[in-house]
């Protein structure tokens, strides 16, 4: 499956750019800004597309045309200003939603946020609400859209190399607090190797089951 990685260079694209990598299954391309952010990529041996998701619509669906499936983890990360959260959090994923499915690239997997159809839960966090907002409605385009989705929402991203156990439920309120961004990079080819994921959203974080087990029992 020729995968296109949107925010390869991420710490959770880079993950997913690597699993891929390793995998016989995936012939992944990294979505990436700047030509200096290649090496990375080229020793993980992965082919890379220079390009922005504040460049035109159409530029970007002449990249996104050669692909089977799109993966998006891009955002615009915590030291940039609310502009930012809406060009490529916002409108960047939208953009990449549309030209999927003007290309009639089928597949697309979103890599969201815990909550984010939850608008009580916005403000819980000071200075969050631009942030899910944006993803509540990249989400909502994509629900409405003709693509073959799967969007995963995980809580708190951390750092451990592990993807260790998770559980996977359809209601925020049943996940706890944390989860590796391994386990999330793991589980992007989990789903993509698993048809009956198509069209589920999956709220994720640590817990009891290996991503197998935990992707098994929700889709069960």
Not at 33 to 52: D, I
Not at 109 to 121: E, F, K, L, P
Not at 145 to 160: A, C
């Amino acid at each position: 499956m020729k995968v296109l990685i949107i925010g390869a260079h991420g710490k959770v694209g880079q993950r997913i750019s690597k699993a891929m990598s390793a995998s016989k299954d995936f012939e992944p391309t990294a979505f990436i800004r700047k030509e200096e952010q290649k090496p990375l990529f080229e020793e993980m041996g992965v082919a890379t597309v220079v390009e922005s998701l504040e460049n035109t619509p159409e530029a970007i669906g002449d990249v996104i045309k050669n692909y089977d499936a799109v993966v998006f983890s891009a955002g615009s990360g915590g030291n940039t200003g609310d502009d930012k959260t809406i060009t490529i959090d916002l409108d960047g994923a939208i953009k990449s939603i549309n030209q999927a499915e003007k290309h009639g690239v089928k597949r697309f997997i979103m890599v969201s946020a815990s909550h984010t159809d939850d608008r009580s839960y916005w403000d819980q966090v000071d200075g969050m609400q631009p942030y899910y907002t944006a993803k509540y409605y990249a989400d909502l385009e994509l629900k409405r859209s003709k693509l073959d989705y799967t969007i995963l929402r995980p809580v708190l991203l951390t750092d451990e190399d592990a993807a260790g156990k998770i559980i996977m439920s359809e209601n925020p309120d049943e996940v706890n607090s944390e989860i590796p961004r391994q386990a999330v990079a793991e589980t992007v080819l989990a789903v993509l190797q698993n048809p009956k994921s198509k069209g589920k959203i999956i709220e994720m974080s640590k817990g009891d089951h290996t991503i197998s087990e935990a992707l098994d029992k929700f889709l069960a």
